[in-house]
């Protein structure tokens, strides 16, 4: 093509704009001065709205009480934040590989997630189980799937997160204390983090595994057998990820999110432990969503609200336990099929809000979540992303970098103030459980859902792509889509099978009543669990013996009998 018609067709081009739109383009602006939790913002803040701040009192330095600033004084200069990538996927084998992948790329410590199937406490050999085994993370259901996930990783220099959250996060601890004793490791060694916080995942869809009796005593015998016997491991981290995901606002996030974790700490109270005994091993994992000043202002106010309560409401008197320490997951809820690419975008900033919001560990989404599971390069560019923030942006020299601005204070004293309205309308209910039990809370995440999607639909939030500078569909994922290998689920079927059909099923038995036992005296579950999981006994075995113990189906999917009884 020769110049003069090149430059013809950019005439042409140009004379197909729509030129009152350009100028409408031109001139625009924010449509809303308010927050994406709907706050109003003023045009701009000045040293009279700080007018009544006291420094040492409200804020302080970093690394002193109440941490508004972070719970370090140096902060990232001292060491950078774990910087991990969710990964669970087909078989254990699988998922130990790209694993280690993430590692070789560059991560700093594991990240495994659970398939739906594992969470809901079904063997891999569940007839509801049998489309789903891999599809969205990783299934374990007997010890050898959990030495297969281990493979040869260095469980005594290694920080592993294992992502149960569900009632399931008993057995979890089980396999994975069995198979590390099994190894040769001492236990009270081990480094890592288990997510086990089943009061929150009755609201991932996944209620009949987690009723809330049985999820507060589960979950607190997993608390209280780590801080007995595995002081360096972090034996809950309390999603108020999850929570955010069903679309309610940042400072409900942090109410819901400290009400949750006060359930667990009475629980463990009434258990004769010290607040200072097991609160250091306290931590939270935060969704990090689009508002980026909101969501640095909403982490600020959550550690300082964090260091009053345990000091003021549970008579802390260890710094470590006042210190909320916590780790961050990019917003997937955010995320969306059209225009994957900007997801990148979206990813960054939030990832940025993290850092700057002083977090301890880090797992970026990967771009093409909408669509797949990630894909290898997926992985790799979260990651990347990690590392750039990490490497180049300079934003870690410094503590606290937005500590001081008049806006972002303003605005964590504003999230502090929303969220403490509503944890005192939680407690005239009668407290987090009472509003669980009533469904109150059910409600409030139903009743915010809707009102974030009318807010879409009629425009008053803008979403490009979606309701804004929209284009032709995609009819490809960039760097391709993630496929979970066919026979991955067919031989971690087959594997369970063969397992029940080979074992000593006497010395199963026995050790299934030696654990239904310990259920109905009250005693701590993990132990016997261990031990069952020891002789072969299975992940839908050891959760469903305690169920029946609790008055509850020995299947969630009231699908199978106990082969026990």
Known sequence: MGQDQADKGVAASLCQVNWDDYLKSYYDKPQSARTWSGYEVKEIYTPADRAGEDYDRDVADAGCFPFTRGIHADMFRGRYWTRREVVGIGSPADTHQRAAFCFQEGGTGLNTIADVTYEMGLDADHPWAENEVGLTGVNITSLKDMETLIGDIPLDKVSWSVITASTAAAATMAQYVAAAQLKGYDISKLR??????????RYCGFRPACPLDLSIKLGSDVMEFCTRNMPNWYYTTVNMYDLREQGITAPQEVAFGLGIAGCYIDELIRRGL?????APRFTFYVSCHVDFFEEIAKIRAARRMWARMLKDKYGAKDPRSMKFRFAVHTAGCSLIPQQPLNNLVRISYQALAAVLGGVQSLHCCSYDEPMCLPTEKGHLQALRTQQIIAYET????????????????????????EALKVMKEVEDLGGMEEAIRTEWLDRQFELEAVKRQKEIDEREKLVVGVNIF???PETETPLGVQRIPENSARQQIQGVRELKATRDFKAVKEAIGRLREAAARGENTIGPMIEATKVGATTAELLGTVRQVFGYPYDPMEIIESPFD
Request: hydrophobic letters at 30%; zero cysteines.
């Open 192 to 201: 890592g983090s288990i997510q086990n916080d089943p009061i929150h995942f």
């Open 274 to 278: 010290d607040i200072d005994d097991f």
């Open 394 to 417: 300079g934003v870690t020299n410094v503590a606290d970098p937005l500590g001081g601005s008049y806006y972002v204070e303003s605005l964590t004293d504003k999230m502090e103030e």
């Open 470 to 472: 929209n284009s032709e």
